[in-house]
């Protein structure tokens, strides 16, 4: 009987969009033609209309962007309809797609892929304990779009995107125009300090083949939290920096080449999470922390156009640094045997190459394919202390007797991994309303960990040597139905995976984990195995009211199974990465904008997600049938703009936005679990336009709303992070 509960719940979602479905395509066919701005996307690997698109895909133009005013894309995500992120202040940073996470402390291995243009910015080797050490959030400066991909999408983007992917696409140099502009703005945050923005952007034709594009920013954020246990108020202000050079060269029709070079530093003083017994917008962290991600990327492309396909080749370096430093002073006490001020420093290097090949046809008719070659390696090296000052001064040296002058635990993490897949897609027009997808990736990648563990809580050097090599192949299939020239129905069924690892921990070790091993009747795991998820899918697109009105609705049901989940050994504060877990998500997801008479603009999306656990998984300490902890079930955001002429040459507008994100526990297990609330926010802004000019003014969290966005309890003591409290400012800018 339950069985047949559960299956009645699952499916309503795609009942329901069927409905919608209907009734948009009924809307299609009877109140006019399409005549909305295409959007052209690349999220199938080749230029295609979003209108076009069989994916859930949620494109931000360039001019979107801009009439935002907000930097970090991150700010974007309430745009998205089952896309979520937050940071858990302790240097996790979670980026969440339809529900896709177990919720656990520390993911192994990335549930989400990112994208710089063609570039991957994270990936998945290394140690399974450490996750996924900072996250690169490129500054939204100078984008031509950004593409959010929801739904596994492993077959044309490997294995990092298992929830989905986000791409950021930036705008190419223009080989016919010399312009460029400069933003600047200055705001202040309730509770904190003052923040300021720089920007520019410079196109340069260099010859009539060749164009040269710069841009730089500067981005200054005031904190907002004290830390009352060191009295430094403001502790989580940040600086980013960074810049981008491009050049294209076409020297024919055929061939274009290209060359980018970019950088960006970002350092936050402090951690942006507050200690629930020290306050609202306050901290006792005791020994000094930090975040710091700074990140070089180098990519040549090619494109050419062949008589009957296009080829394209991308070789890109990426060297990545996070450092992370966070107070354990409240940890450390039983390991040490009394209290003193003590950080877990992390420092990481990750360097990255990357070559893909991609033939996309150039014909049009019945058949399309894309054939796509992909290889790249990686070496991580992390080191990792705990920083005590003053640890041997009370010990009489005991730290030091070990090697490692005031840190009484130091590890070494070093990993090479390599990867190659191939890939391909091919569409078949089966009739002239219908057409059938078939598209698979065949991968093959290994890791090699070699880490060492030295210092007083390692009781002397010991190491651990582990390989792990997996290969396999992803497929997706998808069938798209036509009928009207500005409607587009579509379903799909897509195989979604992450990669596995090994467990750097051995008993050789780390000794002391033996005791909690028996307890639980288990031995020391040698690796885990990937994850896979199925995600089927209907979804539609419709265009109508002479151009006024566009849509989008998609359902879906995802089985998750064979989850990485992280089980925690206590005494030794270690932990194993077991395949341990399912679970059920379905949703339904909306997505309108409708040009409203007056100069009115209004965008609204939506989305609802029932993210369940299948059966009991005492890793997580869950239940069946529990829900997912941190995933809300309603997510909405709306926003109005209105234009209007002020004077000759001179207009104006007013804009609203709203957003929504229901509640959520924080975690599976009764003894820590809290309940994280609803928020909503609002956000206006005003401003007018002349000539090259325009000037903003605008309040962001208008009623200082004060939204937690992850709340965390464990052993290390209770703390939340919040959204930015409300903050007002104004900005201009100009072009030339």
């Known amino acids: 009987m339950r069985g047949h509960d559960c299956r009645s719940v699952r499916f309503r979602p795609l009942i329901q969009a069927t409905i919608a479905i209907g009734a948009l395509s009924h809307m299609a066919a009877t109140l006019g033609a399409d005549r909305l701005e295409e959007i052209v996307v690349t999220a199938r690997r080749h230029a295609t209309t979003l209108q076009d698109t069989p994916l859930s895909v949620t494109a931000l133009t360039s001019d979107r962007l801009r009439r935002s005013a907000a930097s970090d894309i991150t700010e974007w995500f309430a745009s998205a309809p089952g896309l979520s992120y937050s940071d858990d202040g302790w240097g996790g940073h979670r980026t969440t797609f339809r529900g896709i996470t177990s919720a ?159 950088g960006q530093k970002r350092t936050a003083r402090g951690l942006s999470s507050t200690d629930v017994v020290a306050g609202s917008y306050r901290q006792r962290r005791y020994a000094p922390e930090r975040d710091i991600e700074s990140w070089e990327l180098f990519n040549f492309t090619l494109d050419y156009d062949l008589p009957w396909a ?26 040490v045997g009394f209290t003193i001020p003590t950080g877990n420093d992390y420092n990481d290097g990750v360097r990255d190459l990357v ?97 060492d563990f030295a210092g007083l809580l390692a009781s002397g050097a010991t190491n651990a040597h582990a390989d792990y090599r997996e290969n396999g192949v992803t497929p997706r299939f998808a069938l798209e139905y036509r009928p009207g020239e500005h409607t587009l129905i579509f379903v799909s069924a897509a195989e979604g995976f992450r990669p596995g690892g090994v467990n750097e921990f051995t008993a050789d070790v780390l000794q002391s984990c033996q005791q909690d091993l028996d307890a639980l009747g288990l031995a020391f795991a040698p690796g885990f195995a990937s994850d896979t998820l199925w995600n089927y899918e209907i979804g539609a697109r419709v265009r109508t009211l002479d151009g006024r ?73 869950g239940e069946a049938n529990q829900r997912i902890p941190t995933v809300p079930d309603w997510t ?10 002020l004077s000759a040459g001179l207009a104006g507008f007013v804009q609203a936005d709203f957003q929504y994100v229901g509640g959520a526990w924080n975690t599976y297990d009764a003894t820590t679990r809290k309940w994280v609330a609803s928020r909503e926010l609002f956000n206006l802004r005003a401003g007018g336009q002349r000539g090259r000019w325009e000037v903003e003014l605008y309040a962001e969290n208008v009623f200082d709303e004060r939204g937690v966005l992850y709340h965390n309890l464990n052993f290390l003591g209770e703390w939340q992070t919040l959204v930015r409290p409300r903050t007002l400012g104004m900005r201009a800018r100009v072009g030339f």
Not at 215 to 224: F, N, P
Not at 371 to 399: I, K, V
Not at 636 to 645: D, I, K, L, T
């Open 355 to 451: 070559q893909e090949l991609r033939l996309v046809s150039a014909a049009e008719g019945k058949l399309a394919w894309v054939a796509g070659a992909y290889y790249e390696t990686q070496d991580r090296a992390t080191h990792q202390n705990w920083l005590s000052p003053g640890f041997d001064a009370a010990t009489g040296g005991l730290a030091a007797s070990f090697g490692y002058p005031d840190s009484p635990w130091h590890a070494d993490y070093f990993s090479h991994f390599r990867q190659r897949a191939l890939y391909g897609e091919v569409a078949y027009a089966l009739a002239a309303a219908w057409r059938a997808t078939i598209s698979g990736r065949w991968f093959d990648f290994s890791d090699h960990l070699d880490d």
């Open 310 to 335: 296009h080829l394209a080749s991308s070789t890109a370096y990426v060297d990545r640094q996070p450092i992370l430093t966070f107070d354990i002073t409240s940890g450390t006490a039983p390991f």
């Open 104 to 262: 656990a402390g520390v993911e192994p291995r990335p549930l989400s892929a990112w994208y710089l243009d063609d570039v991957p910015m994270i990936t998945f080797a290394g140690s399974s304990q450490l996750g996924q050490l900072g996250a690169p959030h490129p500054q939204a400066v100078d984008l031509e779009r950004i593409e959010v991909l929801r739904g596994p999408q492993g077959t044309l983007f490997g294995s990092n995107a298992l929830g989905g992917a986000v791409r950021q696409i930036t705008h190419a140099p223009e080989l016919d125009k010399f312009y460029g502009w400069v933003d600047a703005g200055v705001s202040t945050t309730a509770h904190g300090g003052d923040n300021h923005q720089l920007s520019a952007v410079l196109n340069v034709p260099i010859v009539e083949e060749a164009a040269l594009r710069l841009v730089g920013y500067r981005y200054e954020y005031g904190g907002y939290i004290d830390n009352e246990a060191r009295g430094i108020a403001d502790i989580d202000n940040s600086d980013t920096t960074g810049g981008r050079v491009a050049v294209r060269w076409q020297p024919t029709t055929d061939l274009t080449l290209g060359i980018r070079a970019l």
């Open 549 to 621: 009105l566009g849509g989008s609705v998609s359902a879906y049901h995802i089985d998750w199974r064979d989850m990485q989940t992280l089980l925690l050994l206590p005494s030794c504060g270690a932990g194993l990465t077991e395949n341990a877990g399912r679970a059920s998500n379905n949703g339904v997801e909306v997505e309108l904008s409708w040009l409203a008479p007056g100069s009115l603009e209004l965008m609204v999306s939506a989305s609802y997600v029932d993210a369940r656990l299948e059966e009991d998984v005492p890793n997580l300490a």
């Open 636 to 645: 909405v955001s709306g926003s109005a703009r209105r234009g209007f002429h």
